[in-house]
């Protein structure tokens, strides 16, 4: 029994899924973008020259220098510095809302898909009434009541953003349920959630990571929209899409201060995109020929 | 079939229910309501005097559940010797009413009516694009799989789904507005300030359009039927175009009704960067004080979530007809 789960586990360096995602140019491509993101994150406050909320009102909306790589804002920041830290704001928000999302949905729907009958239905009525609903526009108002900031907005995103979680995990569990090992962990005298933790998780994994990179970088686009909007996270954070909310005020003047914050989130995005791709293709049997 | 309907319709009250409770919950949970009510006259500073008296016209010093009950229905009426005043309370959500905007001084309601078909309007357009676009883009795709044709549109795909919206639409205005002059940016007279929205909204849309579209045909074309329908001999295109394409557009179709509420979404963010006079601007501008606008009118807010939730129900009912009437198993099963 174990055996069997450590065996799906510890061959994955072996798996043909493995590699498959070793061979995709996009795994590669995704990888790098994302190791890249994550370690600017990290070293931030060595890569950046200045602070990124340290103004020099007398050097303001200056274009890209050999002294401000990307030229300063309206209040003379450094706009190499702020999008440098601005990776923290946007590993925060796409890693929060993933572990927000999953610990209530992957619960829930592996309850709905396990126990079946009753609580199914009643789970997965609320699950398809949250589906339906428009999430930025819930998520516009709560943080229209609540007050913008990073931690409203990422529980106004789960508020309708643990649904998908759920139906997947339930989904998973519906399958796994029907299997021989299952039975067999029941006809040892397992209980219930021993076999849902040791046995239905550890075996619905692959999914829940394709799941996650692909909702993190939605998160993340979501999240700046709303920023954007004035409804997210507000300046002078150097968040990029409040960044962009302060240089849309002369877009014509300087656009170059509206390239940069949008391009750094198109290359955050797209790199979470490609190992999700790649991951997707590579757990699917049916996409690898 | 009737009785699926009326299955689904009356799944329809419960969730009504729910939507109206958080609409309405979205004022009393400000904290302060009255104080709300005084900052969307332009009272920035108000007394408590001042304050009293709006509570009391308000109704707002009763208990949440009379103000929930009167907010729909009208009753109890406005008690005078309560100090309530009728001129200002809601006749009730179940007659129309949606309250008094201080900002536009008249009716939420009239308001609405004047900004939903802008946005139906932007809305129908954005949808026809990211169609037209996905479709082709997705089948082409995977009809000439694993090829610089399937590469390159599978690129712009994802390009298209990892791009903010809102920048692509600033980039829009930048390029075409202002640098080449070509198109109107801002606000609503006439069809070519359509164009750049529209294009905006529905390249977006058209990214994870293709995507699906690709994987749902490919899906199809590994099927024995197709097989068995190149096997006897038929044309490729009619193996394509009568097998083919219609069995992937099934999963294609249900697919674009479960992505509607990102339509809306996505339309209140284009609305706002364009300025574009539907309910978007309306709610976020407007109503939340947010993105230039100024101050927050919150029967504004109230109406405006109100109407997209309504319009997201609705999809969603219409999108399980849809369906039930396609799928004879969905209709006659336990009732989905």
Redesign the interface.
């Known amino acids: 029994m174990l055996g069997k789960i450590r065996g799906h586990l510890g061959s994955t360096r072996r798996s043909p899924a493995f590699r498959y995602f070793k061979r995709d140019i996009r795994a590669k491509v995704g990888l790098a973008i994302v190791l890249l993101v994550i370690s600017t994150a990290i070293f931030a406050d060595f890569i950046a020259p200045y602070s990124p909320t340290e103004q020099h009102l007398d050097e303001a909306e200056q274009g890209p220098s050999w002294k401000y790589l990307m030229g300063t804002d309206w209040a003379g920041r450094d706009i190499f510095s702020r999008i440098v830290h601005g990776t923290r704001y946007a590993l925060a928000i796409g890693i929060l809302f993933v572990v927000v999302t999953a610990s209530i949905g992957v619960p829930l729907g592996l309850l709905a898909g396990y126990r079946g009958g009753k609580t199914d239905s009643l789970i997965m009525r609320m699950v398809d009434?949250t589906?339906?609903?428009?999430?930025?526009?819930?998520a516009?108002?709560f943080v229209?009541?609540?007050g913008p900031g990073l931690y409203n907005v990422i529980i106004a995103l789960a508020i309708t953003g643990w649904a998908g979680y759920a139906r997947l995990m339930r989904g998973q569990a519906l399958a796994i349920k029907g299997e021989v090992y299952i039975e067999a962990a029941r006809a040892i005298g397992e209980k219930d959630r021993t076999i849902v933790a040791r046995y239905v998780l550890p075996n619905s994994i692959s999914p829940l990571i394709v799941m996650v990179t692909m909702t993190l970088?939605a998160a993340i686009?979501?999240a700046?929209?709303m920023s954007?909007?004035?409804?997210g996270v507000m300046p002078p954070a150097p968040e990029w899409?409040a960044m962009?909310?302060q240089s849309?005020r002369n877009?014509?003047d300087n656009?170059l201060k509206?390239?940069f914050?949008?391009v750094a989130?198109?290359v955050v995005?797209?790199g979470f995109?490609?190992l999700g791709?790649a991951l997707r293709d590579a757990f699917d049997p049916?996409?690898r020929e | 079939m009737y009785g699926f309907i009326i299955r689904r319709l009356l799944l329809l009250i419960p969730i009504m229910l729910a939507v109206s409770i958080v609409v309405f919950m979205l004022l009393p949970l400000t904290g302060d309501p009255e104080r709300q009510v005084l900052l969307a006259q332009g009272v920035q500073d108000p007394s408590v005097e001042q304050l009293e008296a709006v509570r009391h016209q308000y109704g707002y010093h009763r208990p949440l559940y009379i103000q929930y009950i009167r907010w729909m229905t009208g009753y109890p009426p406005a008690d005078p010797n309560e100090n309530e005043d009728a001129g200002v309370m809601s006749r009730g959500l179940l007659r129309g009413d949606l309250g008094f905007s201080h900002k536009f001084q008249t009716p939420v309601l009239d308001k609405m009516l004047e900004a939903l078909p802008n946005t139906l309007i932007l809305m129908a357009a954005a949808f026809m694009i990211s169609l037209a676009l996905g479709l082709l883009l997705g089948v082409i795709s995977a009809l000439r799989r694993k090829t610089w044709v399937d590469y390159t549109g599978m690129g712009a795909a994802l390009f298209g789904v990892s791009i903010p919206n809102y920048w692509q639409g600033l980039m829009a205005i930048l390029i075409f507005g202002i640098w080449l002059g070509w198109l109107p940016v801002e606000g609503y007279h006439g069809l070519s300030y359509l164009i750049l929205p529209a294009l905006t909204l529905g390249t977006a849309q058209a990214g994870s359009l293709a995507r699906m579209t690709r994987s749902s045909m490919l899906d199809v074309l590994r099927q024995d039927y197709i097989r068995t329908a190149r096997a006897k001999g038929l044309r490729e295109r009619t193996v394509i175009y009568t097998h083919a394409l219609k069995n992937a557009f099934i999963p294609v179709a249900t697919l674009l009704f479960l992505r509607l509420p990102y339509l809306f979404g996505g339309t209140v963010v284009i609305e706002t960067v364009f300025n574009w006079p539907g309910m978007g601007t309306l709610l976020v501008k407007h109503g939340m004080g947010a993105a230039g606008g100024m101050g927050k009118d919150w029967f504004i807010v109230q109406g405006g979530v109100l109407m997209f939730l309504l319009m997201a129900v609705t999809a969603n009912l219409l999108c399980d007809i849809a369906y039930a009437y396609l799928n004879p198993k969905i209709r006659y099963g336990e009732g989905g």
């Not at chain 1, 589906?131 to 819930?138: S, V």
């Open positions: 009434a589906l339906a609903m428009p999430g930025l526009i819930i516009l108002a229209a009541v609540f970088p686009l979501i700046s929209a954007y909007l004035g409804l899409g962009l909310l849309t877009l014509a656009p509206s390239v914050p949008g989130i198109i995005v797209l995109n490609f791709d049916r996409l």
